[in-house]
C-alpha cells in the first residue's frame, strides 16, 4: 500500500448476492425469506422495472428450528437470481435478539450509507415476532443516525426518501395497494428457493409448506379491494403525496 493512503472501510454487512451499490429500494428482513413473504411481488415488480431493488437481513436465522445460517445463504442468493435484485446481504446481528441497540443500529446505519436507498422497507411494529418489531425500532434509529453528519459512522451521511412497513403476522391498515397479479410465477418461485424452511413439518404460521397458499390468501384479499386479482399491502410512515390526476 502506497505511503499516506488508507484503506477504505469495511462494510458492515455481509454481500450474499450481487455488488453493493446505491438502490432505489431496500427491504430489511429480519431472517432470510421474510423479504419474500412480506414484499416480494413489489421487490420483483420494481426489479423488472429497472429499479436497483436490495434486500438486507439482519440476522442469519441461526436459531430456526429448520435449516442451517450456510443453507439459508445459499437459498437466499438464489432467490435473489430469481428475484433480479441489484444486491442482497447480511448484518450478522443474533437472530433472536434483533432489538435497538447502539451497537445494532450503528451498523444498520453504516450499511445504509454504504447502499444509500431512497425508500426503505420494514417490518410493521405490530408483528407479533420480537424480532420483527424489534427491525422496526432497530431501523428507526438507524435512519436517523445515517443521515446525520457528526455521527460516529464510515460514508457520507445518508437520508433516506420514505419509510413503508410490510405486512408480517398482524393485521395492518395499510396506505398502499400494489398489483403483483404479474409477477405470481416469479414470488413463487422465490419462496420455494427457500427449500429449508418450506418443506417438510410445520413449524410455525410462517414456516410451513402451506406458506404460498396462505399468503397469496392475503394477497387475493387486498387486490379485492383495489379491484384487481393479487396486491401486496403496505402502511406509510408519514403522509403519502398523491397526483390526484393519476386517481
Known amino acids: 500500500m502506497l505511503s499516506g493512503m488508507t484503506r477504505p472501510p469495511t462494510p458492515p454487512f455481509q454481500t450474499v448476492y450481487g455488488t453493493p ?14 423479504a419474500e413473504i412480506g ?33 439459508r445463504v445459499q437459498e437466499c442468493a438464489r432467490a435473489a437470481h430469481i428475484m433480479g435484485l441489484s444486491w442482497r446481504g447480511n448484518l ?5 435478539e434483533l432489538t435497538d441497540t447502539p451497537e445494532a443500529a450503528h451498523a444498520l446505519a453504516a ?13 410493521h411494529h405490530q408483528d407479533r415476532h420480537p424480532d420483527h418489531f424489534g427491525t422496526y425500532q432497530l431501523a428507526r434509529r438507524a435512519v436517523h443516525l445515517a443521515q446525520l453528519r457528526k455521527a460516529d459512522l464510515d460514508g457520507e451521511p ?4 420514505r419509510t413503508l412497513l410490510y405486512q408480517g403476522n398482524a393485521d ?8 403483483v397479479g404479474e409477477v405470481q410465477d416469479q414470488w413463487e418461485a422465490a419462496i420455494r428457493a427457500h427449500e ?18 396462505r399468503r397469496r390468501a392475503r ?19 408519514g403522509a403519502l403525496l398523491v397526483d390526484p390526476l393519476a386517481l
Open 39 to 71: 414484499a416480494g411481488g413489489t421487490l420483483i415488480q420494481l426489479a423488472q422495472a429497472g429499479r436497483g431493488v436490495g434486500v438486507l437481513e439482519l440476522s442469519r436465522g441461526e436459531r430456526g428450528t429448520q435449516g442451517t445460517p450456510d443453507l
Open 196 to 213: 429449508s424452511q418450506f418443506t417438510g413439518q410445520v413449524v410455525s404460521e410462517t414456516v410451513t409448506p402451506e406458506i404460498i397458499e
Open 21 to 34: 451499490q446505491p438502490l432505489d429500494w431496500l427491504c430489511l428482513a429480519p431472517h432470510p425469506d421474510d
Open 111 to 123: 450499511a445504509l450509507r454504504a447502499v444509500r436507498p431512497r425508500v426503505l422497507v420494514v417490518p
Open 172 to 179: 395492518i391498515q395499510p396506505d398502499l395497494l400494489i398489483d
Open 158 to 161: 445518508w437520508r433516506v426518501s
Open 92 to 96: 450478522g446481528l443474533r437472530d433472536g
Open 219 to 237: 394477497q387475493s384479499y387486498w387486490g379485492t379491494l383495489a379491484r384487481v386479482r393479487y396486491a401486496e399491502a403496505f402502511e406509510a410512515e
